[in-house]
């Protein structure tokens, strides 16, 4: 059984374009999360609901909007694509908001050309 | 804000050295520390963890101890393997947002 998991695991797209990627939990968590991770591994919060309430949104392009329809599932939509936004795109998930284990799904490779 | 610093890789060792990843932390209150470790092409997954100043995480041949008075938490294994081969990334956790190092690749030669 796949605690977290990312659908598509290849996302290959024009510029303008838009996608989206999906996120599901099977863990019980009331966390989700997603994260960027550019090329030289560099990993960056993007956003957090808690309870399907946003609590962290950090300066993220508005472009890029997440959406959590219940707990255990997280998506990220993300209008006219840029080439900036190839990357490895991260979902996870922690039972709270303070000092839990974070659990990450496999990415979803994103490429912009 | 909170922030993590940990040694620029990569680190390249022969299988059966001992390895440290050196990490230090800036944080307000009292934060869980983490070791993440990351395989090519997967996500990151728990290592280790510390919750308490004194605490000692340990996995797989892997420890860290928590150190409030050097604000550290190191990454140490006594003998490495060429399936350690990886990104390792230091983390704490305290209220809200989690704050991760930049990671250190680790590459380890037969």
């Known amino acids: 059984d796949t605690a977290v998991s990312q659908t598509p695991k290849y996302l290959v797209t024009q510029m303008g374009n838009d996608k989206s990627i999906k996120c599901e939990q099977n863990l019980g968590h009331d966390t989700m999360y997603w994260y960027k991770q550019d090329s030289k591994k560099f990993l960056k919060i993007m956003f957090s609901?808690?309870?399907?309430?946003?609590?962290i949104n950090e300066t993220v392009p508005n472009r890029f909007s997440p959406k959590s329809p219940d707990k255990a599932h997280l998506n990220l939509h993300i209008n006219s694509l840029e080439l900036g936004d190839s990357a490895v795109y991260f979902c996870a998930s922690s039972q709270g908001t303070s000092g839990e284990t974070q659990y990450f799904g496999p990415g979803t490779r994103l490429l912009v050309l | 804000g909170n922030s993590v610093t940990q040694m620029e890789g990569p680190v390249t060792l022969s299988e059966e050295a001992f390895l440290t990843i050196n990490c230090t932390y800036t944080?307000?209150?009292?934060?869980?520390l983490f070791w993440y470790v990351q395989y090519p092409g997967e996500g990151l997954q728990l290592l280790l963890k510390a919750t308490k100043a004194d605490d000692k995480g340990s996995n797989k041949g892997f420890e860290a101890t928590y150190r409030k008075e050097t604000t550290s938490f190191h990454l140490e294994k006594g003998s490495v393997q060429v399936s350690d081969s990886a990104v390792y990334f230091c983390?704490?956790?305290?209220?809200?947002?989690?704050?991760f190092g930049r990671g250190t690749s680790l590459i380890v030669h037969p």
């Open positions: 944080a307000t209150g009292y934060p869980s």
């Open positions: 983390a704490l956790s305290g209220s809200y947002i989690p704050t």
């Open positions: 609901y808690n309870n399907k309430e946003l609590i």
